[in-house]
C-alpha cells in the first residue's frame, strides 16, 4: 500500500494495547468494506500525541493574541479522521486535556475533517432519544465496540450483524461532506451571510422549528445568526476562549479555523437538532413511510422496494424527480439525501396522492432506526424518539445482546 496516497485514520488512546486492538480490527474490515479506497491506519504514541497537542496549544496561543501563528506539524495534520478514547488519563496527567478538548483544538487548528470520540457515552449502545449529543464536538460518539462495524464506514458493506443505527454518518463520504462545506463557507463570503438563508428556510419553517433547535444557532437572535456570529457568540463553537479572537481575527489561519467550526457544528445541528426531527426536513425512508404512494403499486407487499429509499447516498437513484422539486438543495450540508416535509405537506397534487392512498402500506411496513431497514410493524419494536413533535413515534428491531435507552422511551 502506498501510504502517502492513502487517507490517514489516527487513533489517540494512552493504552497502547487497546489502541493496537483498535488499529488491528479496522485495518481487517476496511479493504471490504470500502474496497475503492486505501486507508492507513495510525497509532499516536503518547510522546506524538503530548507534542501534537502542545503545537496546537502553540496555535491556539497565537489565535488569542499571545504569539505568532506557527504552522509547526502536528501527528493530526492531514488526518482524514482522528479517532480519540475519552480517557486520556495518562495522557492529562491531571491537567484539563480531554477528548472533547482534543476535539475542539483538532477542529479549530488541524484540517482533519471528521473526528470521532470513543466511550464518552457507553450507558447505551442505540440512544433512543435519537439525539446524538449535539454539544458534544466531536462529529460522532460512539462506543469502542462499534468502531469496526463494516456499515459504519460504508453504509452498503457486507456485515452479518443487523445493527446499523440509522443516525449514524457514513465515514467514508463524511469527509468529502465537510471538505465541501468548509468550501462553501470560504468562498464569496459566505461566512456573513444568515445560516438559516443559505441553508434554504424560509420564514414559515424557521416558525415551526422547535425551540432547542432553533436556539442552538444563537441565544438571542437565532433568526439573524450568521456563521461567523455563531462561532462567536452562540457559545457552541470551540471555546468560549477561542471563538472570539479567531472570528475577529482576519489572519487566513483564523478564517479557515472559523470555517472548519461553523461547517462541522452547523452540519451536526443540521442532522441531529433539524432532521432527526423528520417535521421540516425529511429523509427518504421516513417519507416513503408517510407517502407508501412513491412505492410502485405492484411491488408494495415486497419489503425489497421500500428498502431502495434506504439509501445516504448525495445524489440517488429513487425518485429523482421528488428530490428535483423538493430536495434539500445543499446536500453536502447533511449526511443523507432529504426534502422539504413543510414544501411536500402543502403540495396539492401530492396530498391529493396521499389521500387517495390510504391502503399504499398493505403489509403495515415500518423503517427501523436500529437497523436501517423496512419490517412488518408485528416484528417491531415502538418508541417515542426526544423531539417535540407529532413525528417521534419511531420503530426499532432490538438486536440482542445490546443495551438500548432511556427505556421509558420505548411503548409497550
Not at 447505551?124 to 464536538?137: A, I, M
Not at 460518539?141 to 440509522?166: G, Y
Request: hydrophobic share 35%; net charge negative.
Amino acid at each position: 500500500m502506498n501510504v502517502s496516497k492513502s487517507r490517514r485514520i489516527v487513533i489517540c488512546d494512552d493504552v497502547p494495547e487497546d489502541a493496537e486492538g483498535w488499529r488491528a480490527e479496522l485495518s481487517r474490515i476496511l479493504p471490504g468494506a470500502v474496497p475503492d479506497r486505501e486507508h492507513a491506519v495510525e497509532l499516536c504514541p503518547e510522546d506524538e500525541l503530548k507534542q501534537g497537542l502542545q503545537n496546537l496549544m502553540s496555535r491556539r496561543a497565537a489565535a488569542r493574541g499571545k504569539s505568532e501563528w506557527s504552522e509547526s506539524g502536528t501527528v493530526f495534520d492531514g488526518a482524514e479522521i482522528v479517532v480519540i478514547d475519552y480517557d486520556l488519563a495518562h495522557i492529562s496527567g491531571g491537567s484539563l486535556i480531554t477528548a472533547e478538548t482534543m476535539a475542539r483544538l483538532c477542529r479549530a487548528f488541524t484540517d482533519t475533517p471528521v473526528i470521532l470520540i470513543m466511550n464518552q457515552y457507553r450507558e447505551f449502545d442505540f440512544d433512543l432519544s435519537l439525539r446524538g449529543h449535539p454539544d458534544s464536538r466531536a462529529d460522532l460518539n460512539i462506543k469502542s465496540e462499534h468502531l469496526s462495524r463494516p456499515r459504519l464506514w460504508h453504509f452498503n458493506a457486507d456485515d452479518s450483524s443487523q445493527f446499523r443505527p440509522w443516525y449514524w454518518p457514513e465515514l467514508s463520504s463524511a469527509a468529502e461532506r465537510q471538505k465541501k462545506r468548509v468550501a462553501d463557507l470560504l468562498e464569496n463570503g459566505n461566512l456573513e451571510v444568515s445560516i438559516l438563508e443559505h441553508l434554504g428556510f424560509t420564514e414559515t419553517e424557521t416558525e415551526r422549528m422547535w425551540s432547542n433547535a432553533l436556539g442552538f444557532l444563537h441565544p438571542k437572535d437565532p433568526r439573524s445568526a450568521t456563521f461567523r456570529t455563531f462561532v462567536q457568540e452562540s457559545g457552541k463553537g470551540t471555546d468560549v476562549k477561542d471563538d472570539r479572537p479567531l472570528t475577529e481575527s482576519r489572519h487566513p489561519c483564523a478564517q479557515r479555523a472559523v470555517a472548519r467550526i461553523a461547517a462541522a457544528r452547523i452540519a451536526k445541528w443540521l442532522d441531529k437538532l433539524v432532521l432527526a426531527s423528520q417535521d421540516i426536513l425529511v429523509d427518504l425512508p421516513h417519507l416513503v413511510e408517510r407517502m407508501p404512494c412513491l412505492v410502485p403499486k405492484d411491488h408494495r407487499n415486497d419489503v425489497t422496494a421500500w428498502n431502495a429509499f434506504v439509501t445516504l447516498e448525495e445524489n440517488p437513484k429513487t425518485d429523482a424527480d421528488l428530490l428535483r422539486r423538493f430536495g434539500f438543495q445543499k446536500p453536502h450540508w447533511l449526511s443523507r439525501p432529504a426534502c422539504w416535509w413543510t414544501r411536500i405537506d402543502e403540495d396539492r397534487e401530492l396530498r391529493m396522492a396521499r389521500k387517495e392512498d390510504r391502503l399504499g402500506n398493505p403489509n403495515d411496513f415500518v423503517f427501523r432506526e436500529d437497523s436501517s431497514d423496512f419490517a412488518n410493524r408485528d416484528d417491531s419494536q415502538e418508541f417515542r424518539a426526544d423531539f417535540d413533535c407529532i413525528f417521534d413515534r419511531r420503530s426499532l428491531t432490538e438486536v440482542d445482546g445490546l443495551e438500548y435507552g432511556p427505556r421509558v422511551r420505548l411503548v409497550s
